[in-house]
């Protein structure tokens, strides 16, 4: 989304988890890694900031510094409460749609992780997501009043958030999201965004 924002072609490597020599170039195991000419850049937030200042002509991420201050705000709320939040929904989905190779390795890292089964993890889900969706009322409350995250327009914060959705969407034919709510109408917004990029991405439902 961020690339699109910016206008920039890009082309996009399918990875598996245990592919980890795809990417030991980039000093580490996770994506997302970007290469921009001579530039490899890995982590999201590390790649806006590279995008916003490699390509400060185009359309801005962040707004400025108050909105790349702030936006970090969201980043560290999606990863302390949205993705692990929708972790606890997901996680089997995605252990069954892996490549065989991975199935091992995702079981074992996660499990570690939790320290419980996948199973286990997921079990209590439909009374999971109600707690779930109570954690998204400052997102929820702001997108009653405004179409973005940040503004009128989207940016990076958007991005950050719906990052989390899109990977749902993905993975699970669970539904993260009720229909009726203004997270799931800004959600609609961003997969049309760009041409559709992200409605093109296959996914259980829009
Ligand atoms: N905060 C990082 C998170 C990166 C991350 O955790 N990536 C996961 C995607 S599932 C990964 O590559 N995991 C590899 C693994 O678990 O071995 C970012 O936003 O880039």
């Avoid at 065989?100 to 079981?107: H, I, M, V």
């Avoid at 089964?117 to 997921?122: K, M």
Wanted: hydrophobic content about 45%.
């Amino acid at each position: 989304m961020a690339l699109a924002q910016k206008g920039l072609a890009f082309e996009s490597i399918p990875w598996r988890f245990t592919d980890k020599a795809a990417i030991a170039f980039s000093g580490q195991g996770n994506v997302p890694v970007l290469v921009d000419g001579d530039d490899v850049i890995h982590d999201s937030w590390e790649i806006a900031r590279h995008l916003e200042a490699a390509y400060p002509e185009r359309p801005s991420l962040f707004g400025g510094p108050v909105g790349r201050a702030l936006s970090r705000f969201v980043a560290n709320w999606v990863d302390a409460v949205v993705h692990p939040g929708i972790a606890r929904l997901i996680l089997l989905d995605i252990h069954d749609h892996l490549a065989e190779g991975d199935k091992a390795y995702f079981r074992q890292s996660r499990e570690a992780r939790y320290g419980k089964t996948l199973e286990q993890i997921v079990a209590d889900r439909d009374s999971g997501v109600v707690e779930f969706r109570k954690t998204l009322s400052p997102l929820r409350r702001t997108l009653d009043r405004q179409s973005y995250v940040a503004g009128e327009s989207p940016a990076f914060a958007d991005y950050l958030v719906f990052g989390a959705f899109q990977w749902a969407r993905a993975i699970s034919p669970f539904p993260v999201l009720d229909t009726d709510d203004p997270i799931t109408r800004w959600r609609g917004r961003l997969l049309d965004a760009f041409d559709g990029l992200a409605g093109k991405a296959p996914g259980y439902y829009r």
